[in-house]
């Protein structure tokens, strides 16, 4: 097998023998997710020949239920999904833009523009900086001096808090 193929329990399939329905509702999940609807690759994660998974693919019409699947899902599951997806992305944006003002990382254009508009859809907007901004170029100096920067959201929303004017409620540089 190799490092590109997820490793995943092996199936026990006995010739001559109808496999449970339970293993093969597993194949399905496999095929459907991490198996990328092809059953030469779900077979090699589950150990078993790409014949078998296309035989159940075709037997047990996993497309039709794939698609019915799809169609199935609530638009609540949908909104909650959005809204954690969103949520982590405003942690990420935030600490993005604390960094980019406070000049420990030069700012992408394209980036800045991602980072403020995820902000803004969380009710963080709209978001204007008012420092000037070193914008990232190819042949852009690189500070090797500087310290490294704590990764953690905790870090971020402490850096951003640290720029906040407690008064107005406004950021400063």
């Not at 077979?43 to 199935?72: K, Y």
């Not at 500070?143 to 951003?160: L, Q």
Request: aromatic content about 4%; overall charge neutral.
């Amino acid at each position: 097998m190799s490092d590109d193929v997820p490793r995943t329990m092996p199936l026990t399939v006995i010739h001559g023998q109808r496999t449970p329905q339970l293993d093969r509702d597993r194949a399905y999940d496999v095929w459907a997710t991490t198996g990328k609807q092809s059953c030469d690759l779900t077979g090699r994660q589950l150990h078993v020949e790409g014949r078998t998974i296309r035989r159940w693919c075709r037997d047990d019409s996993w497309r039709l239920r794939l698609a019915q699947d799809r169609a199935d899902a609530s638009p609540r599951e949908s909104l909650l999904t959005a809204a954690v997806i969103l949520r982590g992305s405003a942690e990420l944006a935030a600490q993005y833009l604390a960094d980019v003002t406070a000049g420990l990382i030069p700012g992408h254009a394209d980036r800045l523009t991602a980072a403020k508009s995820v902000l803004d859809r969380v009710g963080l907007g709209p978001i204007r900086l008012t420092v000037p901004l070193v914008l990232a170029t190819d042949n852009a100096p690189r500070d090797d001096n500087m310290p490294p920067i704590d990764p953690s959201p905790e870090a971020a929303y402490a850096r951003i808090m640290h720029r906040r004017d407690t008064e107005s409620g406004a950021y400063e540089p």
